[in-house]
């Protein structure tokens, strides 16, 4: 009698345990699948046919960035012909802008097995005087003092903006670890 009625309580604990399970895994939301990455643009295209695998993604990903929302860029690889995919790559670029260009240069790393890091810089001159572009585009930006004497920093964390006076104008140099 005691066997019968444990067999009866196991059997109904796991007709309760499989009916909470059932209905957890009914109620969890299917995951969505992770966003495609966007083909590779045509400087990763080149780099790609160089040899360059562990940075492909990274490359594709900084130079996607740099040049969104423009027509034409120009650019020039500095990539190793000695085992390009173990090696620093690097790309210069011109990117149009509005009324002028803007200069940018990536670099990237491989620093283990599919792992790549890279880093970018771009130069813009803007025609107003420095104190105004750092407060009309870089406002949240923490100010961080000066290099030496006339540069002057903003750290944005990950994102630090160089401001340099040039003439009546501004260079602004924005330089980023992409990880």
């Not at 005087?129 to 990950?158: H, I, M, P, Q, W």
Request: glycine share 6%; hydrophobic share 45%; net charge positive.
């Amino acid at each position: 009698m005691q066997i019968k009625a444990f067999m009866i309580i196991a059997l109904a604990a796991v007709f309760c345990l499989t009916s909470i399970t059932s209905a957890a895994m009914a109620a969890e939301k299917p995951k969505a699948a992770p966003a495609k990455a966007p083909p590779p643009n045509n400087i990763t295209q080149e780099a790609m046919k160089i040899g360059i695998r562990t940075c492909a993604g990274r490359i594709n990903q900084v130079t996607n960035f740099l040049v969104a929302g423009t027509d034409s860029t120009g650019y020039i690889t500095d990539v190793s012909k000695s085992n390009p995919d173990q090696r620093m790559a690097s790309v210069s670029m011109e990117i149009p802008l509005k009324d002028s260009s803007a200069y940018a240069a990536a670099s990237f790393a491989p620093l283990q097995t599919n792992y790549c890091e890279g880093i970018y810089e771009t130069v813009v001159y803007w025609p107003q005087r420095c104190t105004e572009v750092a407060e009309k585009n870089f406002a949240a930006f923490k100010k961080s003092g000066a290099l030496s004497k006339r540069v002057y920093v903003r750290d944005g964390g990950a994102v630090k903006v160089f401001f340099m006076p040039a003439g009546t104008g501004c260079v602004v140099i924005k330089k980023e670890i992409v990880r």
